[in-house]
Each structure stands twice: as structure tokens, then as C-alpha cells.
């Protein structure tokens, strides 16, 4: 390995969102990268405590706090949410003095090893581009995903707030027009759709308690994607996937057979054009048919090749 | 005839604000029919500035007080292009001039903020209205909990006790404990769910689910979790 990164992946990645860790897992390794795990890792909070002030930065500066306490400063996260509270509590650490002295003395007091410096919280997309770089990325393409009709999705929490200078900011992303996954998939080969929905909100907040509102934002964004004329939708975040890809009927039946698209993660394009198997990628764990599409692509490719 | 049926924009009219009578006789003078009815008195006299102080009080949200009422933040609201009563702009007033009472009317409808941030980004004085919105929320839920949805409190539950319990979100169990604590047990085995939740025991996702353990020493870490602001 020639390179070694700290990684955080989160209870998601953990569990049930299985697919986008092994597929982030294959891609790093294919292009060099040593993923350290961020140990004794908690949930970032979810977004969930974000009404209850000073505690809300507790459970993301702990983990940062881990972090620094393994030597490492830079962690690559590839949950949109994780990202964003990790990036949350670092940038209060670092700006926000007075915030920054309350988060030290609670995980002092919780016998957590404090933030010492300041961490530099990296998404994975952003990593890959700007630190292992499209180039390399290209040169590890071995099966180009040509005529496969790409919707990139960002969902919120990538580049928003931009007030808040994560790393996707700092790396010059697009604060309303983001692009690096754009960059991504057609660096891959893949004929990139644009539509009107790449960084609308899916509500998934709210999947659980208010299904017919996240049914309908999902709906929206699935449909604009298809209607644009993508086959597949690449996405981003484990909670984007819960209501996109493992809820998609409830898309479906708030605004109907137009929101019936494959739902995939980006890492899993990266990993099938890297040479990887379908079922490596972790494409069988989708829930919306994202393996049957890369398994027609994959049989066009194989008719198309010259023999 | 529907209550206010003579009024144009009916709509931007709450029930609770019209007046309406049988026969009414005022100064002596008969103006019984279309012309006895009355919209209450929009004089706003008794300022109650308890949710303002107790959203200042609140580290994260005290960008409040940089909102100029320009309404950047409804304009690009996602939920309020589902919900046409939610309006970020209109809470923020509200709050700030003491108009206690209508919030806490529409306190069904604060919470639905999904949090993506759109109008704090979109804010140009710097406020982070996301998280301003979010903590009005959680003063609502303490002080009328009653007129907010069971689902809400629901998933607010499921989510804090998992948190301070285990440290770590195990989705399946969360989604289980939302459904329980509504009764709703059952739609874990609708066709919807049912496919996803074989699935997961037939490629073991489900038992990593259960057995993802919780960090070291997790008992001092709790109160932060379970904290309120």
C-alpha cells in the first residue's frame, strides 16, 4: 500500500448499507489506498440531536477525538450524514472558540481522549478526486462503462451549508452546481445525465415519521432523473438510500410508474468499471434492480467487444 | 354556506379568525347577512417571548437574531414546496415577536423540516436557519407535545434511546422500535418490507445488525445523548 488513509464508515456502512462499504473498500484498494478504521467508532449523531445545542457536536467530536488519538488527522468518510457532522463539529472546534472549549471539557469529563488539533474531514469523492485524482482513476478503468446512461445524485448534506468549509468547499466543488461525481462517471466511461434533481433533498430525515412527505420528495427526484433519460441513478449516502433505493415503492405510488429507476452507489460504477464483479460490488444487496442493469451492460459490452 | 364564503383569498384566511353571526345589530343599524362577517382584531398586544429566549438560550441557534425577514430561506425550502403552512421565514418572525400562540398552532407541521440545509445556505445575513428551525422544533416538543403527530415523537424516541443505549444506530431495530411504539408492528412484513428484511437474514446483514456491539466504557458518554439543550 502506498498510501494510508484514516476511514470512518459508520453504523450504515456497518450494516445494512454493506454494498458502499465493500465497494468503497475495493475502489481504495485498487488505487492504492490502506483504509485505517477510526476505532471504538459511535454513531455521528444522524442529525438527529441537532436541536440540543452544545451536545449535538458531543458524539462527532468524540470520534474525531479517536481520531486524532490514533495519529491520524485526516479521515476519509463516505456517508453524505457522517460527513457532515464530522465536518460540523471540526469546523466549531476550529472557529468556534467558546464551542470549541465546551466539546474539549465534555469528552474530558466523559474520560474521551479531547480534539487536539484541528481534523481534517475528508468525503471520499472529494478524496478520490483531488488527492488520488481523476487520472489515476482513469488509469485503473479496465471495462468503460460506455453507453451507460448515468443520473448523478448528491442529495444535501455533501455540499451544504457552505458557510461550513468542508472539504468538498475547500477542494472548489460547485456550492450549487456540484460536479466531481459529474467528473467521476465520466472518467468511468459512462454517459453522464444531468437533471434538475442532483442535489434536491430526498427527506430522509423524515423516512420514518413522515412517510408521505419522503415519498414524494423521492419521487420527485427519481422521476426527474428518469425523465431526463437515465437508466441508472448514482448516489451517494446510505440515508439517500433508504428511501431511493430500499423504499421505493412508496416513490412509486406517490407519484407513480415514473419513478421505477435502478438506484446504485457511485463506488459500485467505480468498482464494475475497475474490473470487479457485479456481486463484489455489492450490487445484489440493491434493492431496485441496480444488478440487472450492469448484468445487460455487462452483456453488451461482451456482444460489442471485438473478438 | 361555508364559514367566511364571502371572503376573497379565503385561503389566506384561518378559520379561527372569522367572525360570523345570525342577526347582528351594531350601533343600532341591521347588518345581518354578508355584511356581519368580521376578521378578529390582527393588533398584536401581549408579546410572549418565551420560545425567543429559549431558542437564544441555544448555542447553535443563536444566528437568530441576524434575520432581516427576507424570506430566502421559504423561497428554496424543500418542504415547503410539499407543505404550503410551512415557512421558515414565518417561524423565525413569530418567534421574534412574540407571536407564541401561532406557533405553537402549527407546531404539526415545524418538525417536518427534513434538514438539508437549502435556506441556510441560501441566507444571506449568515443565519443557520436549518438548525434555528430544528430547534424550534424540540422547544415544541416540550412544550405542546400533544399537537405534534405520534409519529414524531416515535422516532424521536426510537433514535435517543438507541443512541444512549448502544452508542450506534442499528437501522433495522430502529425501524422496528418506530413501528412497535405505533402499533404498526405488522408493516415490518408488508410486501414492501418483506422482500428487504429476507434478504437481509438470508446475507447476514441482519445479524451484523444485532451484534454491532456499542464503543468501550459507553456508560459515561450517555447524558450527552440524552440530553435535552
Redesign the interface.
Given at each position: 500500500m502506498s498510501r494510508e488513509v484514516a476511514y470512518f464508515p459508520g453504523?450504515?456502512l456497518?450494516?445494512?448499507d454493506?454494498a458502499y462499504d465493500v465497494s468503497t473498500r475495493l475502489v481504495a484498494r485498487d488505487l492504492g489506498l490502506g483504509l485505517v478504521e477510526v476505532e471504538?467508532?459511535?454513531?455521528c449523531?444522524?442529525?438527529?440531536?441537532?436541536?440540543?445545542?452544545?451536545?449535538?457536536y458531543?458524539?462527532p467530536a468524540?470520534n474525531l477525538g479517536h481520531l486524532l488519538r490514533q495519529g491520524q488527522v485526516d479521515v476519509m468518510v463516505s456517508c453524505n450524514v457522517c460527513y457532515h457532522e464530522l465536518s460540523r463539529a471540526a469546523y466549531a472546534w476550529t472557529h468556534q472558540a467558546?464551542?470549541g472549549e465546551?466539546i474539549n471539557d465534555?469528552l474530558r469529563a466523559?474520560?474521551?481522549p479531547p480534539m487536539t488539533q484541528s481534523a481534517s474531514v475528508r468525503n471520499t469523492l472529494d478524496y478520490l478526486i483531488n488527492h488520488v485524482g481523476l487520472e489515476a482513476i482513469s488509469r485503473r478503468v479496465v471495462r468503460p462503462l460506455t453507453g451507460l446512461r448515468v443520473a448523478p445524485y448528491y442529495g444535501?448534506?455533501y455540499h451544504?451549508?457552505?458557510?461550513m468549509v468542508s472539504s468538498v468547499q475547500v477542494a472548489g466543488e460547485h456550492?450549487e452546481h456540484p460536479h466531481f461525481m459529474h467528473d467521476v462517471l465520466r472518467t468511468l466511461g459512462a454517459q453522464v445525465i444531468a437533471h434538475p434533481a442532483e442535489t434536491?433533498?430526498c427527506?430522509?430525515?423524515?423516512l420514518?415519521?413522515?412517510?408521505e412527505?419522503a415519498g414524494?420528495?423521492t419521487g420527485r427526484i427519481l422521476s426527474q432523473a428518469k425523465a431526463a433519460g437515465a437508466e441508472v441513478l448514482s448516489l451517494m449516502c446510505p440515508k439517500c438510500a433508504?428511501g431511493l433505493d430500499?423504499?421505493q415503492?412508496?416513490a412509486v405510488k406517490a407519484v407513480g410508474e415514473g419513478a421505477r429507476l435502478p438506484v446504485v452507489y457511485y463506488t459500485q460504477l467505480m468498482a464494475i468499471a475497475f474490473g470487479h464483479s457485479p456481486e463484489a460490488s455489492g450490487l445484489?444487496?440493491m434493492?431496485s434492480g441496480g444488478l440487472t442493469v450492469i448484468q445487460r451492460l455487462m452483456r453488451q459490452l461482451a456482444s460489442a467487444a471485438p473478438v | 354556506m361555508a364559514k367566511g364564503a364571502g371572503i376573497v383569498e379565503r385561503s389566506l384566511v384561518r378559520d379561527a379568525d372569522i367572525l360570523e353571526h345570525e342577526n347582528f345589530v351594531l350601533d343600532g343599524i341591521d347588518v345581518s347577512g354578508r355584511w356581519n362577517t368580521m376578521l378578529k382584531s390582527r393588533v398584536h398586544a401581549s408579546r410572549d417571548l418565551q420560545a425567543w429566549d429559549a431558542v437564544r438560550q441555544n448555542l447553535v441557534a443563536t444566528s437568530i437574531d441576524r434575520c432581516i425577514q427576507c424570506g430566502m430561506c421559504t423561497a428554496g425550502c424543500t418542504v415547503a414546496h410539499e407543505i404550503p403552512d410551512f415557512n421558515p421565514r414565518q417561524f423565525i418572525y413569530w418567534v421574534r415577536t412574540g407571536r407564541t400562540e401561532e406557533l405553537k398552532q402549527q407546531a404539526n407541521v415545524v418538525w417536518r423540516c427534513v434538514g438539508c440545509y437549502v435556506c441556510t445556505h441560501h441566507c444571506p445575513k449568515g443565519v443557520n436557519t436549518a438548525e434555528v428551525i430544528e430547534t424550534i422544533g424540540q422547544w415544541l416538543a416540550t412544550v405542546v407535545p400533544n399537537r405534534m403527530d405520534p409519529a414524531f415523537h416515535a422516532n424521536h424516541h426510537a433514535y435517543r434511546r438507541q443512541l444512549a443505549r448502544r452508542g450506534r444506530l442499528s437501522l433495522p431495530m430502529l425501524q422496528a422500535t418506530f413501528l412497535r411504539s405505533l402499533g404498526r408492528q405488522h408493516e415490518l412484513w408488508s410486501p414492501e418490507m418483506q422482500k428487504t428484511v429476507l434478504k437481509m437474514l438470508w446475507d447476514g446483514r441482519a445479524f451484523k445488525a444485532l451484534a454491532m456491539g456499542r464503543p468501550r466504557r459507553w456508560r459515561k458518554n450517555r447524558r450527552h445523548v440524552a440530553a435535552q439543550a
Open positions: 453504523c450504515s456497518k450494516t445494512i454493506r471504538d467508532y459511535a454513531c449523531g444522524a442529525g438527529e440531536l441537532k436541536g440540543n445545542g452544545i451536545n449535538s458531543y458524539l468524540r467558546q464551542i465546551q465534555m466523559a474520560g474521551e444535501c448534506l451544504r451549508p457552505q458557510a456550492p434536491t433533498c427527506g430522509g430525515k423524515n420514518l415519521s413522515d412517510e412527505i414524494r420528495l433508504g430500499a423504499l415503492p412508496r445484489r444487496e434493492e | -
